[in-house]
Antibody, heavy 118, light 112 residues
């Protein structure tokens, strides 16, 4: 079964850091681009970042550029999101997703909640 | 950034009746390869989003035939021919041509 499982969410103070992980199973992880998408409470979906198969191409939304770092370890079948200088507006459920083909995001993980609050 | 505007933001439909959601992009999402990178996702209550329609009008694996997508250029539509109870949730359009990748605001479908 193809599966993505996020972990690492939690409560952090403004200005703090958090590292998210997304463990992949059931498919050849190294063959796919991977994405992070977030959803603030009761709001819509916002793309955060993406990384190419070998990690050589990385893109970020402007709102997280310079603060968040996406990476992957293909040997461990794991995607990461290092989040620094966190702000209240970063509070959201963070989903990882596999890109099957250009724009085909499937599947998505169940998400991990990040709460930035003092 | 390409702005994706969905209408309506919510709709309530009687089971068996049709439903239609519009999505307009602020710029064309037609690529030089001839494909239009417009997608529809559904987020059911308590679940992550799931892919429904890719490249405007193609149903993803396992998506029922009652779902259809149409449109071109900057105007797109998702239609459900006969709404069922399991179709409740929030529908999002997504453009995947230009960075940043952008979603519509979402349209919440409820059953009357």
């Amino acid at each position: 079964e193809v599966q993505l499982v996020e972990s690492g969410g939690g409560l952090v103070q403004p200005g703090g850091s958090l590292s998210l992980s997304c463990a992949a199973s059931g498919f050849a992880f190294s063959n796919y681009w991977m994405y992070w998408v977030r959803q603030a409470p009761e709001t819509g979906l916002v793309w955060v970042s993406r990384i190419s198969r070998d990690g050589s191409t990385i893109n970020y939304a402007d709102s997280v550029k310079g603060r968040f770092t996406i990476s992957r370890d293909n040997a461990k079948n794991t995607l990461y999101l290092q989040m620094n200088s966190l702000r209240a507006e970063d509070t959201a459920v963070y989903y990882c997703a596999r890109e099957l083909q250009w724009g085909w995001l499937d599947p998505w993980g169940q998400g991990t909640l990040v709460t930035v609050s003092s | 950034d390409i702005v994706m505007t969905q209408t309506p933001l919510s709709l309530s439909v009687t089971p068996g009746q049709p439903a239609s959601i519009s999505c307009k992009s602020s710029q064309s999402v037609l690529h030089s390869d001839g494909k239009t990178y417009l997608f529809w996702y559904l987020q059911k209550p308590g679940q992550p989003p799931q892919l429904l329609i890719y490249e405007v009008s193609n149903r993803f694996s396992g998506v029922p035939e009652r779902f259809s997508g149409s449109g071109s250029g900057t105007d797109f539509t998702l239609k459900i021919s006969r709404v069922e109870a399991e179709d409740v949730g929030v529908y999002y359009c997504l453009q995947h041509l230009h960075l940043p990748i952008t979603f519509g605001q979402g349209t919440r479908l409820e059953i009357e």
